[in-house]
């Protein structure tokens, strides 16, 4: 991120601080409860956005080196992805060019070459058919023209897009616009993955998405968690297309005012989302990385899985620990008595942070409100002007199905919403 960018962020959380005022989205707008519960809606959103877009998949470090591999089944079309010798990033249709059967049954692994279960076809990781046992009695068959069918891929800023549709076109940096740069100057390339968590909750996929869109339940769900991290009741919010940036101030953010602005850090200050259409937010520091793709469930748009990544700046080789600095691991991460001086927070604690809050706080409260919608006793929900996230968020996907926006509250009127 450009320091310019970082300047500007902390400094608009720092007057939202200094004048205890959140951010202001000017409106308050009403959110059909159906918005969660209709299954005509989860159609259209399953085909919309989940079949005929680019979906990440993971970050470059899911694919560490030649060889490796990981199998993605979340939107429809069942994704080996490769990295081959050559160090490109490929995509396949996990399906034997035979009879369909998946080629590649494991989630992620090593491998140069994949081979059939049923029949022993096998191929290589950039998708060749190298052989087939007694073509004698199967028959001549041309190689060429029965390799494993290829998927539009790109790696790009550390991030791995792939195109559920073959036929379809491609281009990452067109679809992420202005904010293109700034991913890219993140690093995330370098990244080494740390850890993967699967999340199955009775709550629709938006209104997970919905967790990571306001400060203000900071301090009232989270006062023994994210509570002793960060400060709540402030945001900073910049939309690029369908996609966003929203952040939030560390307790350490104070800190800034007695420094020169170009010693201003974002990491030491400021936890930063990016919100990539449809369903991905990613939580970007200088040292860590975890993303979160958030996918409908075949039951139906009550439930939703959450699958979440965290990435880790590799240390250097010639590192070494700073005795003054007091090292926090996943059992001590929320003590504050031990954030006098200088901390370092260790993987585990980092993933601490994340998982515990989202599945055993975010989530928790994301089922109680999936809960209330499906029993239709209440019509509609209301974001605040408090939770401008959330308002692009869900204007995003109504545009993008030729919905209408959503409906601006006006004082003293009472709605039923559809």
Same mark, same amino acid.
């Given at each position: 991120m450009q320091h310019e960018t970082q300047v500007r962020v902390i400094s608009e959380l720092l007057r939202q601080l200094e004048v205890d005022r959140n951010i202001d989205a000017g409106r308050q707008l009403r959110v059909p409860a159906s918005a969660y519960t209709c299954q005509d809606l989860a159609a259209e959103e399953w085909q919309a956005f989940f079949r005929s877009r680019p979906q990440v998949?993971?970050?470059?470090?899911?694919?560490?080196?030649?060889?490796s591999f990981v199998t993605v089944d979340d939107f429809g079309v069942n994704v080996l992805a490769t990295r081959a010798e050559d160090g490109k990033f490929r995509a396949f249709v996990n399906a034997c060019r035979h009879r369909g059967v998946q080629v590649a049954q494991e989630p992620h692994g090593d491998a140069t070459r994949f081979q059939c279960p049923f029949h022993h076809w096998t191929y290589s990781n950039r998708g060749e058919l190298l052989g087939l046992p007694r073509t004698k009695d199967f028959g001549d068959i041309d190689r060429a023209c029965h390799s494993l069918i290829p998927l539009p891929a790109e790696e790009f800023a550390g991030l791995l897009w792939v195109h559920p549709k073959a036929d379809a076109t491609l281009d990452v940096q067109a679809e992420l616009g202005e904010l293109g740069p700034e991913l890219q100057s993140w690093g995330m390339d370098k990244l080494e993955l740390g850890g993967r968590k699967m999340i199955d909750k009775a709550l629709?996929?938006?209104?997970?998405? %919905?967790?990571f869109g306001e400060t203000y339940h900071f301090k009232r769900?989270?006062?023994?968690?994210?509570? #002793?991290?960060?400060?709540? %009741?402030?945001? &900073?919010?910049?939309?690029?297309?369908?996609?966003?940036?929203?952040?939030?101030?560390? #307790?350490?953010i104070g800190e800034m005012r007695d420094?020169?602005?170009?010693?201003? #850090?974002?990491?030491?200050?400021? &936890?930063?989302?990016?919100?990539?259409?449809?369903?991905?937010q990613m939580n970007v520091g200088p040292r860590h990385v975890t993303l979160v793709r958030i996918y409908p469930h075949p039951e139906g748009p009550g439930r939703s899985v959450s699958r979440i990544s965290h990435y880790f700046r590799p240390t250097p080789a010639d590192f070494v620990a700073d005795?003054?600095?007091?090292?926090?691991?996943a059992n001590n991460v929320y003590d504050t008595t031990l954030?006098?001086?200088?901390?370092?927070? &260790?993987?585990?604690?980092?993933?601490?942070?994340f998982d515990s809050t989202v599945e055993q706080e975010d989530y928790v409260?994301?089922?109680?409100?999936?809960?209330?919608?499906?029993?239709?006793s209440m019509p509609e929900f209301i974001f605040g002007r408090n939770e401008a996230p959330l308002h692009h968020f869900h204007n995003t996907f109504r545009r993008e199905l030729g919905l209408p926006p959503?409906?601006?509250? #006006?004082?003293g009127r009472s709605t039923t919403a559809r």
């Open positions: 998949i993971g970050l470059s470090g899911d694919l560490p080196g030649p060889g629709n996929w938006k209104l997970a998405n %919905d967790t769900l989270h006062p023994e968690t994210l509570g #002793r991290l960060l400060i709540g %009741d402030a945001t &900073s919010h910049e939309v690029f297309g369908r996609h966003h940036r929203f952040a939030f101030p560390f #307790r350490t420094k020169p602005e170009s010693e201003w #850090r974002i990491g030491r200050a400021v &936890s930063v989302f990016y919100y990539l259409f449809p369903n991905v005795p003054d600095r007091q090292v926090l691991d954030r006098k001086g200088r901390v370092q927070l &260790s993987p585990a604690a980092s993933m601490e942070v409260m994301g089922e109680s409100i999936q809960a209330v919608a499906e029993s239709g959503l409906e601006v509250v #006006r004082e």
